[in-house]
């Protein structure tokens, strides 16, 4: 034995040993008898030992009292506390042993009294609190009146009881709303209940229903209490007659309510269990703002109310899987992915993984494809706003996660159930009773009436003004009249009677005859079009019509509020007036709350904040004396601390934080005064520290969410004041359609148009709630329509409904629940949809009294069946389908497993590929089954299976047979229609292809057991029913009443029961096959006939169709494929088919003709390329020589230029010399001609060739040089033959002549002479030195100056030239 066990050993035996008096408690034994009774594992025993004993209840009282110490409060007591507040403890002696033991802890009041002085000193820890809010709560509810009026006024207490609301601790948190819950009864004056009525059980549980939240708090959410709902027989209870009404709406409220969160809760709990979640959890998130305006302000939409914004740490993983990082890429994958942080879905916030709010997702998609992304989200109540906020600003991790709970389709029912005071036509629907007569209506005229009566069977046509004869049979004709004559008529209509035609003939009276606006509801978007068009059909305009909502047809999509508001009502000068007052009030509530979220951001907690908040928070005004630091009276002096250092206003305070004594003050005054602050442990100074920083903090959050209260509320108003446009065209129209959720969501408006009658189709898979919100004060009439005996209104919730049998009956239309009060009702009789074969089912089943119309009589059988009604019987298993994604249909999804069957699938498949081979097309059949799973095993197969015929079921056949294009079959191609049960009711097909998936040994059929559901999956079809399933585990089912026990004795009494697919072929009637496994399709009927050859000669005339036995039997147009096989005349072989022809010309000469064209044409290309080449290399070497020139003769011009200005400066040089004395100042000097050479190479003209001389006479008779030039390079030769260089005493002549304004005839007769380089040199150097003489004022009468050139002899010619140059 251990030590542990024999230490218990010995408590139990101390634990006898006291309560029977055999020993006393005293200082040792008082902490082991605590112990011996909270470690027994037996509770009710223990405690039920303790009451009884003789000295039981004076030593537990003994021990509480005899050690009265924080420790003790923190130790034994809250684990004694602890241990009776077990639920086993609660029950015992109902209450009454649980009080006894109360009674002896907190009378007399020597413990209570030190317990309270503890918790308003915050020394309690989390322990501790949780004991002294539980005590508290058990002696308000479980004592007299009289005997807890002490403790509702400790309750009452601020002090004691706001801590606990504030704790970090959800069960304290609950506790203390009991606590208030019941004081306030208290304190009003109201009758509460106990524990298990209404309120008290978290933050928002309410006696009035109409102040709790509809979206659910945190601690909501995790509280494990059982909600207050009650059963439906209150009807039944005269004890409700007086507040019934109050009562009723109250109950479809919390009903309703706790179907949405049981879905919210069942998915937290799975999510929970799942390593991998399949909701999208966005870690690691920061808060980034408190005012959630969207991006762009100039696109902004009405009505966005108040919110956060949060900020992911990353990239969204989904982002960086597709590789997305343009913004318009990120935002086209949101909008693919809707259902990925769908709008308006409810999201988890969590703080250290600890629940704090459940959000709604505000889907800005501007803040989304931002990298980061940002998300905004809602918050709903004021605690949550408050507490989300305070938890926010310190918070370390933030997640969110969200849940696929469409609070969408809860939210505006029970806002509109919250906002109705009153039940109109309440005598009707919540106090009839059996025998009870209504008051007739007289709103139809008297003799239009009597002529239904009299003649029931007659032309309605001119009687109500119909576009076309209408005939009713009696039992129609019967609930016209109950739906024109009574203030609450009931149709009911069983499947195919056209009860949807009723309806219509009602409305279309009504408007004939009377001005009362109706209001038409149904559930679905799709019923509620069918309905609406065929009140079109029976003569209703569009005019008298409007739909509200959205996803509308496209013959209502005119009908739409939309619509009409495009081409309508416009907004007066009252309301632009009305919405400029609200905008500029949101504007500055807009600015307010900013400034209060900056406030919000900035504010760090610190000892001066903390000082502030000591100062003026009455509850801490110990705190604030204790940590006020003395004042010295003397003047100018002041208090210092060691080494002088002045002592600071926040010293004590600091000291006392910091777990340290008050330091220089420790035997000051203020410091003995407040001994108890000073006495108090590390840890409960740091509770009361975050006490008091939690509520700095909420003073902001609690400022923060009033701004954003008002925010919404303005925001609110001026949606209404938009809205008041749709009310006009409310007001102005006779019939309004909508859905049961729109009618809740419009209720204002419809309330404003003052509808007169609530005609609601298909009542009987309608929430009675639902029906209730769109009963406006006005309604004076109620016509419902519907069928109690096909599906129930559809609940998430299983405890809930009828089925769990535990009276709460939420899936109870209110159609159902005034037959079941023999509410009087008419039933039409005939029905017009199924063949006698497949009526006989239901009738067998559920409608007795139902009749077959003359039109469902001699059908045609079903082509390829030997039978129009079949049941496959298989025994092949079932398996679990746990997985199920949210892919597949919003209104689909389910958190539990689901069943499939991989045989039923092939075999549909199979079936359904047979039934198109027999002509019928995709819009003919529907494939059903109850199950998700299945349904997505049938989808994925359909997906996968790349079988012609199953991909295109209408026209495989027509292409086939060459009556239809193939082009024009893909444009005609119809996806294949699969369902649920559930969500095919009031829709039908010609045949129904219905899976059954269960089979197991166990006989479980699930929800396949309820009766509803079996008539509803027999009367969807017209001409043929197959279903497959096993029979044996239908027939072990254990439902309390086995509708399928009945049905399947009946089949197989009537041979319908077959082993397989009773197939036969059409064209050999007597040739026969039972299709059992999926391959016998392909072996026994591989086109849709028998095995036989079809034999049909083709349109060739020479060969039969290839095919097996099939159905097609016009052939004329079928091609023939035989193949043909003969030579060329250049000796090629070659084939084709029968229906081409031989081929012309040979593929084979063909193809050699166009390879040698091929290679002529690659010949030709490739030489155009070269010559391209060469044209472009031939223009850039042009291009390159012109920009050379360019450069050149740049070039040459700036030097040119640069001589000019020189050549000018030596002249202005030498007139200013001249105009000065010639003997002061010393002459300018010229330089050698040869020297100013700009060595620029100059072009002109070609002469003839001539001899040169050199100094004074200069005779030349040499060969004539080449010209020289500084730019020596052959590119810059001139392109013009007829031109050269100048040689470099031509080219300063011609300097001189262009810079220095030189003239000279007889030096430019010399220099356009050819060659001559010295003589031309020469003469320019005497040219020169006359210039200088001139310029210095020299005499060159000395100088003698000629030039002699002679002629070349043999030339015939010669002469002698003597010029004088000056």
């Known amino acids: 034995m251990s030590a542990s066990e024999i230490r218990a050993t010995h408590l139990n035996k101390l634990f006898y040993a006291i309560i029977k008096g055999e020993k006393q408690i005293t200082a040792r034994t008082f902490q082991q008898f605590l112990e011996s009774i909270y470690t027994q594992p037996d509770k009710p025993g223990c405690i039920y030992k303790l009451t009884k004993a003789p000295k039981g209840l004076s030593s537990l009282q003994a021990s509480i009292w005899f050690e009265l110490s924080a420790e003790f409060c923190n130790g034994d007591a809250a684990k004694l506390l602890k241990y009776l507040s077990s639920t086993d403890i609660l029950t015992l002696g109902n209450g009454t042993i649980l009080r006894s033991i109360l009674k002896a802890i907190v009378d007399p009041a020597i413990f209570w009294d030190y317990l309270v002085q503890m918790s308003m000193e915050g020394k309690l820890d989390r322990e501790g609190q949780f004991g002294f809010a539980w005590l508290l709560c058990q002696v308000i509810y479980l004592l007299s009146p009289d005997e807890n009026a002490p403790f509702r006024e400790v309750a009452s207490e601020t002090s004691v009881i706001q801590p606990m609301l504030d704790s970090n601790d959800m069960e304290i948190r609950n506790l203390a709303q009991r606590i208030r819950h019941k004081v306030s009864g208290y304190d009003s004056g109201a009758t509460v209940g106990d524990q298990a009525g209404p309120g008290g059980r978290h933050d928002n549980d309410f006696i009035d229903f109409r102040a709790i939240s509809i979206i659910p708090t945190a601690d909501e959410v995790r509280s494990t209490d059982p909600a207050f709902i009650r059963p439906s027989n209150m009807f039944e209870d005269e004890a409700t007659r007086e507040n019934r009404h109050g009562v009723y709406l109250d109950n479809q409220f919390r009903l309703l309510r706790e179907d949405m969160l049981y879905e919210i809760r069942e998915e937290l709990r799975v999510d929970a269990k799942r390593t991998n979640s399949r909701n999208p959890r966005l870690s690691g998130l920061t808060l980034v703002d408190v005012h959630y305006q969207p991006e762009d302000r100039t696109r902004k939409r009405r009505g966005v109310r108040w919110g956060i914004v949060l900020r992911c740490k990353s990239d969204l993983w989904q982002f960086q899987r597709a590789k997305l990082s343009k913004l318009e890429k990120r935002k086209d994958w949101l909008q693919d992915n809707r259902s990925f942080l769908k709008h308006q879905s409810i999201a988890c916030l969590k703080v250290e993984n600890e629940l704090i709010a459940l959000t709604t997702i505000e889907r800005d998609e501007d803040l989304l494809v931002r990298n980061p992304p940002e998300i905004a989200l809602h918050i709903e109540g004021a605690a949550s706003i408050i507490r989300a906020l305070v938890k926010l600003k310190t918070a370390a991790s933030i997640t969110l996660i969200q849940i696929n709970t469409a609070i969408f389709a809860y939210q505006p029912i029970l806002k509109a159930i919250q906002e109705t005071k009153d039940v109109p036509l309440e005598q009707e629907l919540l106090f009839w009773d059996k025998g009870k007569q209504q008051q007739p209506l007289s709103v139809i005229p008297p003799d239009t009436i009597a002529s239904l009566e009299q003649n029931p069977s007659q032309d309605l046509q001119s009687l109500l003004g119909l576009a076309k004869p209408v005939k009713l049979d009696s039992s129609q004709s019967a609930s016209l009249l109950e739906g024109l004559t009574k203030t609450v008529s009931l149709i009911q209509g069983p499947p195919g009677t056209g009860k ?30 069918q309905f609406l068009e065929d009140l079109m059909d029976i003569g209703i305009p569009q005019s008298d019509m409007v739909r509200l909502g959205g996803k509308s047809s496209n013959r209502t999509k005119c009908l739409t509020l939309q619509h009409r508001n495009q081409r309508e009502n416009k907004l007066d000068r009252n309301d632009w007036t009305q919405i400029k007052l609200l905008q500029e009030e949101i504007r500055q509530l807009d600015q307010s709350l900013r400034t209060a979220a900056d406030l919000y951001y900035k504010t760090t907690i610190k000892d001066p904040e903390i000082w502030v908040y000591l100062e003026f928070d ?55 005064v407040a001994a108890h602050i000073w006495e108090m ?73 003052s509808p007169d009658l609530l005609m609601v189709e298909e009542a009987g898979e309608i929430l009675e709630s639902h029906i209730l919100t769109a009963l406006s004060q006005t309604v004076k009439q109620l016509i419902l329509i519907g069928d109690h005996k096909q599906l129930r209104p559809k609940v998430q919730s299983y405890e809930l409904t009828i089925e769990k049998g535990e009276g709460y009956d939420l899936n109870r239309s209110l159609f159902e629940r005034l037959v079941l009060k023999n509410f009087p009702h008419t039933t039409l009789h005939q029905q017009h949809r199924m063949r006698p074969e497949i009526s006989a089912l ?31 019987q298989h025994s092949e298993p079932e398996e679990d389908n ?30 359904l590929k047979y039934l198109g081979q027999q002509g019928y097309r995709t819009d003919q059949v529907v494939i059903l089954t109850p199950y998700l799973g299945q349904l997505r095993a049938l989808r994925q197969a359909l ?13 495989h056949d027509l292409v086939r047979a060459g009556l239809m294009d193939p082009a024009a079959a893909q444009v ?40 509803q559901r079996v008539n509803v999956l027999l009367s969807r079809a017209r001409l043929g029913l197959i279903i497959i399933g096993d029979s044996d585990t239908f027939l072990r089912a254990k439902a309390p009443t086995n509708v399928w026990r009945k049905l399947i004795e009946y089949l197989k009494n009537n041979g319908n029961i077959c082993s397989g697919l009773p197939a036969r072929c059409e064209k050999h009637p007597k040739k026969t096959a039972d299709l059992k496994t999926p391959d016998d399709f392909e072996t026994k009927c591989p086109d849709g006939g028998c095995t036989g050859p079809c034999g049909v000669l083709l349109a060739c005339n020479m060969h039969a169709c290839p095919s097996k036995c099939h159905q097609i039997s016009d052939h004329s147009k079928m091609k023939c494929y035989h193949l043909f096989q003969d030579n060329c005349p250049q000796g090629h072989s070659r084939q084709w088919e029968c229906h081409a022809g031989p081929p012309d010309p040979c593929p084979s000469c063909e193809e050699k003709s166009e390879l040698a064209e091929k290679m002529k044409r690659v010949a030709f290309l490739a030489q155009e390329r070269r010559d391209k080449k060469e044209r472009d290399h031939k223009q850039k070497m042009a291009a390159i020589d012109d920009q050379i020139k360019e450069k050149h003769d740049a070039l040459r011009d700036k030097h040119l230029e640069a001589e000019r200005k020189r050549a000018l400066a030596e002249k202005e040089q030498e007139l200013s010399y001249l105009s000065g004395s010639h003997t002061k100042t010393t002459p300018p000097s010229h330089e050698n001609s040869s020297s100013r050479s700009s060595g620029v190479s100059l072009q002109v003209p070609t002469s003839s060739g001539s001899n040169q001389g050199s100094n004074n006479d200069v005779v030349q008779d040499t060969p004539p040089e080449p010209s020289l030039s500084r730019q020596q390079d052959d590119v810059s030769a001139p392109r013009n033959s007829m031109e050269k260089k100048l040689s470099l005493a031509e080219a300063e002549w011609l300097r001189q002549k262009q810079v220095e304004g030189a003239n000279n005839d007889a030096i430019d007769k010399i220099m356009s002479l050819g060659g001559l380089e010295k003589v031309k040199q020469g003469i320019l150097d005497i040219k020169a030195r006359v210039e200088v003489a001139q310029s210095q004022g020299a005499s060159i009468k000395e100088d003698r100056f000629s030039v002699a ?18």
Not at 505 to 528: G, P
Not at 986 to 1011: H, P, W, Y
Request: hydrophobic fraction near 35%; glycine fraction near 6%.
């Open 842 to 872: 239901v009738r067998l089943l559920t409608y007795p009294d139902l009749k077959d119309a003359p039109s469902t009589q001699g059908r045609d059988d079903v082509r390829g069946l030997r039978m129009n009604v079949v049941f496959i």
């Open 882 to 911: 746990i997985e199920l994604d949210h892919i597949l249909e919003n209104t689909e999804t389910s958190h539990k497993s689901s069943k499939r069957n991989p045989y039923e699938v092939q075999m549909v498949l199979k079936i």
């Open 972 to 1011: 005609a191609k119809k996806p294949i229609r699969l369902a649920t049960i559930d969500n095919y009711q009031g829709e039908e097909s010609d045949i129904v292809i219905a899976s059954l998936t269960r089979s197991n040994k166990e006989g479980k059929i699930g929800f396949m057991a309820q009766e």
């Open 1349 to 1366: 050139m002679l002629g070349n002899p043999g030339t015939g010619e010669w002469r002698q030239l003597r010029d004088h140059i000056y």
């Open 681 to 753: 442990s590390l840890p409960a100074r740091q509770a009361k520290l975050a006490e008091w920083k939690d509520a700095i903090l909420r003073e902001q959050a609690t400022l923060l969410q009033k701004l954003a209260q008002d925010y919404d509320r303005a925001q609110k108003e001026l949606d209404a004041v938009y809205e008041s446009k749709d009310r006009q065209i409310l007001d102005s129209t006779h019939i309004i359609g909508c859905t049961t959720t729109a009618a809740a969501m419009y209720r204002d408006c419809i309330t404003a148009a």
């Open 618 to 672: 009455q509850s801490s005004e110990d705190y604030f004396d204790a940590f006020s630091v003395p004042r010295v009276s003397q003047k100018g002096m002041e208090t210092v601390g060691r080494g002088g250092r002045k002592i600071s206003e926040f010293y004590l305070l600091n000291r006392w934080s910091t777990g340290r004594d008050a330091g220089t003050f420790v035997r000051h005054d203020v410091a003995k």
């Open 500 to 529: 949807s035609f009723i309806g219509a003939l009602l409305a279309k009276s009504l408007r004939f005859f009377t001005k009362q606006k109706i209001l038409v509801v149904c559930y679905t978007n799709h019923a509620l079009d």
């Open 943 to 955: 997906l996968k299976d790349n079988d012609p015929v199953l991909n295109d079921l209408d026209s």
